[in-house]
């Protein structure tokens, strides 16, 4: 249960002696994407509606949602003391599923989309300058 983004090296190959910058330039692009996807997970676990809102107790399932990031990939998961939030994402066969991973992550996906793009634009308006 995580939520990935990943940009392909196959883009940095076509940017010869300029893909170093390119190529840490987006890293921070991934990162800085991956702590506003923390965010929304928390937001949609706090928020959600119906049959996928989330049980909140305690608060350290949304707490307990965080993020690993290295070079072009950024994992939002639950971590930490919240054992349970497979179960609760999932279901068990006592308790329905409330999937708030794939919801936030079927929900935001052109956000996401849209985001990498803009940042990519930059990066080559900055290199053609």
Do not use: C
Not at 1 to 8: F, H
Not at 21 to 38: C, E, H, P, R
Not at 70 to 93: C, M, N, P, Q, W
């Amino acid at each position: 249960m995580k939520i990935s983004i990943k940009l392909d090296n196959k883009l940095f190959d076509k940017f010869g002696t300029l893909n170093k910058i390119f190529k840490i330039n987006l890293s921070k692009t991934v990162k800085q994407l991956g702590g506003i996807m923390v965010g929304k997970v928390k937001g949609h676990i706090t928020k959600g509606t119906g049959m996928w809102k989330a049980p909140i107790d305690t608060g350290a399932l949304r707490q307990g949602i965080g993020m690993r990031a290295s070079g072009l990939k950024a994992v939002i998961e639950s971590a930490g003391r919240t054992d349970y939030a497979i179960y609760v994402h999932d279901g068990t066969f006592k308790m329905r599923k409330r999937p708030f991973m794939d919801i936030t992550a079927k929900e935001e996906k052109r956000f996401i989309e849209k985001f990498v793009a803009r940042e990519i634009d930059k990066e080559v308006k900055r290199i053609l300058r």
